[in-house]
Every structure is written in structure tokens, then in C-alpha cells.
């Protein structure tokens, strides 16, 4: 995960490629989620729900500008539509005044748009097992200030909110931090994210999920234990596939067998009450790597959900999932020659800038899939997960087998530089314009 960067108004954008003879849509007009106006009542998100196009990104302003610059008037195109097309605004810390402040903006902004905002909250301790995204509150106490903060200054206003990414997902049993390191325990992590859950829901207007991670992470019995424990039956439900690239098939099954999971450990009369570990997964019976198989776990919970019924709703990120996955075999064959080793290590790492990704379905509310409420872009497009190489673990690469001019060829230069894309890829946050160029032209269904 990471946050999001400072934004221009979306004026500059549209400054660029009009001025370039291009026409761009309004915030607001991207796509059909975004053509009624009415808001969500009470916590459920409204099927007519118009969401908030965030100002766009530094990186795309200038990245725009220099594509129309050269005449690339398709790509500046593509990318100023991408800008149009309604996201998350990320808030990542500052002190309880300064998030207050940011979330009093967005909604004035939104305002504007007569349209709802989606807050992405990311500031809990020990963020992102202290690795790319590394940050957070430094304390229980810190952290309540601040969720305090984002909950005041949401006041009355309809807002979907996503409570820290990865929180349950990554616990820190999960990350390999020093025993000095906060928070100590899992305990800890739980009270914090339940914490945040219950005070930002206390909105009669917000719509609070909890993290559900995706479907090639924690296993369906899992995650329905930790959000249990969280107190996802508190809120609206949980969010899938944040910052990640699982296919929509893939995350519809996952996320309504978690509900179903729910929905039989919390029925007092069903004989897996108490017990999650008793649930089905993408696991087992299925085989997570062969969607083939996955049938078999939806027929398990239609033999055995009995009269548990199923009422925890998810929303979706699909900012990136237009081409799902990246199975990096391409780089066993030629003109790579990787070895089934190192694939197997890209493999474990592309959830990492990886190649070959296109933009997703746009956001909506207006689903047709029970229990889906939303298709969102959580993660911003065209922002880089974070310096992905080798020295993070994330990164292979036999250079004896296949190197371009101009690489590096000391291990030290090897060791911080992404092969995938040929550079020493952006921090976590930042503009990664190979990226953003890439998920605008893959982009699945197509802008235009």
C-alpha cells in the first residue's frame, strides 16, 4: 500500500489536452457509475451512488503535458481520462488537525461534484510491517487521536470509508519487526482497526469496511477470524483486493465465501458456530492456482451453509486488475532464459509494480452482484507500490542470462534496480509514469 501524493485541480489536466485539441471528460463524468447524484442512505451505499474524482495527481499533470509536448495526443488522451475517472483519496497521517483538515477539503470538494467521497484511513502503527509503506500513529493513544480526528470532521456527511489496508491481513505475527517494535501483538492490532471501525461507523451516513485482504493471501477461515474479531458485524463489511491485481471472478467468489463463512460461525443453531477454521477456502478443496477448482468450494458452502444466512457486504478494488495477475512465465522463455527458481521468486514479488497490468472495471455501485456493493479504484493508478528490487526480496534476476545496455553490473547497482521495467523503480507514493502509461493502454474495459 501507499499513500497518495499531493493533488492539483483538475483544471490543470484539462488545461493540457484542450489545449492540445483533445477533449477530456468533467470530474464526475468518467464513467456510468458517475450519473446520478443521489447519496447512500444510512450505512448501505446507494446503487445510484456518484463518487468523487479526486483533483489528479501531480505526476499526470506533468507526465500529460510532456506526452502532448511530443504530439503523443493518444496517450495524453488515455491518461487524462484515467484522471477523470472517480478514486480514493488516501489519508495517511499528519496530526489530528492537519487529516481533520484534508477530510473537511475532500468533502467540500465533493460537494461540488454531488458526489461521495472514499477515504482509504492508513495510519495504524506498525503500517505495512515497516516495509515499503512503512509509517503509522506511534501508539494505540496517537492512533485514536487521529481516527478521532477523521471521524469529527466526517461529522454527518456520507462517506465510504476502507480501514486500513492490510491491518488484518499483515498482524504482527505476520511481519518479522524487533520485539521493541509496535504494536507487540496481534491483541493490540485488533483493538486498534475495531477501534477505528467503531468510531468511524458511529456516521449514520458512512458505509466503514474492514481489511479482507484477496484471494491469493489469508485463507478464506482466517480472515473471517480476524474480522469477527475486528468487529466487521459492526459495519458494513470488508474491502477485497486493495493495491492488488486478482481477477473480478476470482474476488466475487472469495468475497461471498468469507460472508458465508460468517454467516455460519455467528448462527447460534448452524453445527459450525464458534468456528471458522471449520470454513472452506480458496485453499480447500480448490486449488488457489487453478480457478478451475474453485467450484468446489462454492458447492461446499451450498451444501453446508444450511439456514445461516449471508449479510456481510464487500466492496472491490479494480484499479488495476483489468488484465489481472502477472504470472511471470514470460521470463522463463527467451529472450530472458530465467530459471524456474527465479521465476518462482518474481512470482512471489508481483504483487510489485508489476508488468503487463491494465486498469479495471470503473466504479460503481450499481453492481448486480449480491452482497457486492461497490467496485472501486482504491489504489491511485500510475502510483508505484514502492522500490521493488532484490534487496526488498521481491525481485530476481540472472543478468548473466539476459541484460540490456546501460544496466547495472556490480551487485550493488543489481540489487536496488527492477528488470521488469528497467530502472530503479519510484518510492511507495510516487508518480511512476511507465506505470501509469501502461495501466492507461491495457485498460480493460478500454478508455475511450
Given amino acids: 500500500m501507499q499513500p497518495q501524493s499531493l493533488r492539483r485541480p483538475f483544471a490543470a489536466v484539462a488545461a493540457l489536452v484542450l489545449g492540445a485539441g483533445l477533449a477530456v471528460l ?45 504530439g503523443d495526443l493518444r496517450d495524453a488522451r488515455l491518461l487524462a481520462e484515467m484522471e477523470a475517472v472517480p478514486s480514493a483519496v488516501w489519508l495517511t497521517g499528519g496530526t489530528p488537525a492537519e487529516v481533520g483538515k484534508q477530510v473537511r477539503t475532500t468533502l467540500a470538494e465533493a460537494a461540488l461534484e454531488r458526489a461521495e467521497p472514499v477515504f482509504v484511513v492508513y495510519d495504524i ?144 443453531s448452524h453445527w459450525a458456530y464458534g468456528h471458522p477454521e471449520y470454513c472452506a477456502s480458496q485453499y480447500y478443496p480448490a486449488t488457489v492456482d487453478d480457478f478451475s477448482t474453485w467450484s468446489q468450494t462454492t458447492d461446499w458452502y451450498t451444501q453446508n451453509l444450511g439456514g445461516a444466512v449471508p449479510a456481510t457486504h464487500y466492496v472491490v478494488d479494480t484499479s488495476r486488475n483489468g488484465q489481472g495477475p502477472n504470472t511471470m512465465s514470460a521470463y522463463g522463455a527467451a529472450p530472458y532464459d530465467q530459471s524456474a527458481a527465479t521465476v518462482a521468486t518474481l512470482m512471489q514479488g508481483n504483487w510489485c509494480n508489476p508488468t503487463g497490468a491494465g486498469l479495471g472495471v470503473h466504479p460503481t455501485a450499481n453492481t448486480g452482484v449480491p452482497l457486492l456493493d461497490a467496485d472501486l479504484w482504491v489504489k491511485t493508478p500510475g502510483q508505484s507500490d514502492g522500490q521493488c528490487d532484490a534487496l526488498g526480496g521481491v525481485r530476481a534476476w540472472d543478468y548473466t542470462a539476459y541484460s540490456r545496455p ?36 491495457l485498460a480493460d474495459p478500454a478508455l475511450g
Fill in 26 to 70: 468533467a470530474p464526475g463524468t468518467a464513467s456510468a457509475a458517475s450519473t446520478a447524484s443521489t447519496a447512500s442512505t444510512g450505512h448501505a451505499i446507494s446503487p445510484s451512488t456518484r463518487f468523487f474524482v479526486p483533483p489528479p495527481a501531480d505526476g499526470s499533470v506533468q507526465q500529460i503535458a510532456q506526452l502532448a509536448k511530443k
Fill in 125 to 268: 502503527p506498525g503500517r505495512d510491517c515497516s516495509e515499503y509503506s512503512a509509517g503509522g500513529a506511534a501508539d494505540q493513544a496517537a492512533y485514536q487521536s487521529w481516527v478521532a480526528a477523521v471521524a469529527a470532521a466526517v461529522g454527518r456527511a456520507h462517506a465510504v470509508l476502507l480501514v486500513e489496508p492490510d491491518a488484518l491481513g499483515n498482524e504482527p505475527s505476520d511481519c518479522n519487526l524487533p520485539v521493541s517494535a509496535y504494536p507487540h501483538t496481534d491483541a493490540e492490532r485488533t483493538a486498534e482497526v475495531a477501534y477505528a471501525a467503531k468510531t468511524l461507523e458511529q456516521d449514520p451516513n458512512t458505509s466503514v469496511y474492514l481489511d479482507g485482504t484477496n484471494p491469493h493471501w489469508q485463507a478464506v477461515p482466517n480472515i473471517t477470524a480476524r474480522l469477527l474479531a475486528a468487529g466487521v458485524q459492526q459495519t458494513q463489511g470488508f474491502f477485497l483486493n486493495v493495491s492488488n491485481f486478482r481477477t473480478d471472478p476470482e474476488l466475487q467468489d472469495y468475497g461471498s465465501w468469507i460472508s458465508d463463512c460468517v454467516a455460519m460461525v455467528t448462527d447460534r
Fill in 406 to 441: 546501460g544496466w547495472p553490473t556490480d551487485a550493488a547497482g543489481q540489487s536496488a534496480f527492477d528488470p521488469l521495467w528497467g530502472q530503479v523503480d519510484p518510492a511507495a507514493g510516487s508518480w511512476f509514469p511507465a506505470q501509469a502509461l501502461q495501466l492507461a493502454r
